[in-house]
């Protein structure tokens, strides 16, 4: 089955630097990558995805991009700010077959 | 409207008890799943349940059961219960077609004394 890494496990940065997150999967059929951000005592809600036939894809601080032949994809937020403290999760999956598969998370802080 | 609600928020209750968790989703989709997530924030798949189908993770132990009255519900039944099994448990639900995005509800933070 699929198996998701995910590093590192925790990332300070201050406030207007950017963060990198990176994530590498193992099964070559995954097609659907999607990262969820987590804030304490709450759900994990979806903040971007991107599918195999696109190679990056961005929304406002937020980007993703993706290396099928490498396996391995990024989350980049630009211009952090407090508000973007939370444990961030990637995943991946075959679109309409599988669940998803999170990698282990990513407690971000954000020091201002 | 809430789009995936799960009943209890909080659940304490003593080792060895059956408790059941409720979730309902409004969406229209036609897969949910139950995630597990421990004290590690690791957020584990555990069931996954269409309208075909009931794929079982190896790895859950059989004293948790899914049930699926019909589409839009899928509850997790747990018996005899263990300190083991104190997470918070996620339903989610979404759709097979080609936006796979899961919709999570809001959790329930069991705990097993």
């Given at each position: 089955g699929e198996n998701v890494e995910q590093h590192p496990s925790t990332l300070s940065v201050q406030e207007g630097d950017s963060a990198v997150i990176k994530c590498t999967y193992s099964d070559s059929a995954s097609n659907y990558f999607p990262w969820y951000k987590q804030e304490l005592g709450k759900r994990p809600q979806l903040i971007i995805d991107i599918r195999s036939n696109v190679g990056e894809k961005k929304d406002q601080r937020i980007a993703v991009t993706l290396n099928k032949t490498a396996k391995h994809f990024s989350l980049h937020i630009t211009e952090t700010q407090p508000e973007d403290s939370a444990v961030y999760f990637c995943a991946a999956s075959i679109t309409g077959n599988t669940p998803l598969v999170f990698g282990k998370g990513t407690r971000l802080s954000v020091i201002a | 409207d809430t789009a995936v609600s799960q009943t209890p928020k909080y659940l304490v209750t003593q080792m060895g008890n059956d408790k059941s968790i409720k979730c309902e989703q409004n969406l229209g989709h036609d897969t949910m799943y139950w995630y597990k997530q421990d004290s590690k924030k690791f957020l584990k798949i555990m069931f996954s349940y269409n309208n075909k189908e009931l794929i079982i993770n190896e790895t859950v132990p059989n004293r948790f059961s899914p049930k699926s009255p019909d589409k839009a519900h899928l509850n997790l039944h747990i018996n005899s219960l263990e300190l083991g099994d104190s997470a918070v448990y996620f339903c989610a639900s979404s759709s097979q077609?080609?936006?796979?995005e899961a919709f999570f509800g809001q959790g329930t933070r069991l705990t097993v004394v």
């Open positions: - | 077609g080609a936006h796979a």
